[in-house]
């Protein structure tokens, strides 16, 4: 996680680069107390996002995109999950994320204690967004529409000082 702030601190204000490090210096933090056990850590996807999901019409989903996978928390794959349906969905989350959940249980465990990762890894989550689109950006500007880092990275940067403020005492302090 430190080591993308840098990368990303080129596209904020002053203000913005003191939060960004002091939530990554806290989420780094949080991190090192998570377990690793097996059930709960391994091998994922790591994009699991709603444009890299396509069921069909017999029901059989397939994902694909294997491009971020690593070995990480489950709960972070999750959030991801989480992510992208509140950015497809906005309100009508719901019905969608708890038919996600069944769907996921029915192949690997959730981690007994989901509901409180979930804020952590939607940290994470932004963070690794953030820090994705800033390292890239030079090489992609001018070759793929943008909107204006201008408006991108503060957009981007509200969004996880509400993820923060949802995490409150689960993102540990000083």
């Given at each position: 996680?430190?080591?993308?702030?840098?990368?990303?601190?080129?596209f904020?204000?002053?203000?913005?680069?003191?939060?960004?490090?002091?939530?990554?210096?806290?989420?780094?933090?949080?991190?090192?107390?998570?377990?690793?056990?097996?059930?709960?850590?391994?091998?994922?996807?790591?994009?699991?996002v709603?444009?890299?999901?396509?069921?069909?019409?017999?029901?059989?989903?397939?994902?694909?995109?294997?491009?971020?996978?690593?070995?990480?928390?489950?709960?972070?794959?999750?959030?991801?999950?989480?992510?992208?349906?509140?950015?497809?969905?906005?309100?009508?989350?719901?019905?969608?994320?708890?038919?996600?959940?069944?769907?996921?249980?029915?192949?690997?465990?959730?981690?007994?204690?989901?509901?409180?990762?979930?804020?952590?890894?939607?940290?994470?989550?932004?963070i690794?967004?953030?820090?994705?689109?800033?390292?890239?950006?030079?090489?992609?500007?001018?070759?793929?529409?943008?909107?204006?880092?201008?408006?991108?990275?503060?957009?981007?940067?509200?969004?996880?000082?509400?993820?923060?403020?949802?995490?409150?005492?689960?993102?540990l302090?000083?």
């Open positions: 996680i430190t080591t993308l702030v840098p990368y990303i601190c080129q904020l204000s002053t203000e913005d680069q003191r939060f960004l490090r002091q939530v990554a210096d806290r989420l780094k933090k949080t991190l090192t107390f998570l377990p690793k056990e097996q059930h709960g850590f391994g091998i994922c996807h790591a994009d699991l709603l444009s890299n999901v396509r069921m069909k019409k017999d029901g059989i989903v397939t994902l694909f995109d294997f491009g971020e996978t690593q070995k990480i928390w489950r709960s972070f794959e999750v959030a991801v999950f989480f992510w992208s349906l509140q950015h497809r969905f906005e309100e009508e989350v719901q019905a969608p994320w708890n038919a996600f959940l069944e769907g996921y249980r029915s192949v690997r465990n959730l981690p007994e204690n989901l509901d409180e990762q979930l804020p952590i890894m939607l940290i994470l989550r932004q690794s967004f953030l820090g994705g689109n800033a390292a890239t950006l030079p090489l992609r500007l001018g070759t793929e529409p943008f909107e204006s880092q201008n408006s991108f990275f503060p957009k981007a940067v509200e969004q996880l000082r509400l993820y923060v403020e949802q995490a409150g005492q689960l993102l302090g000083d």
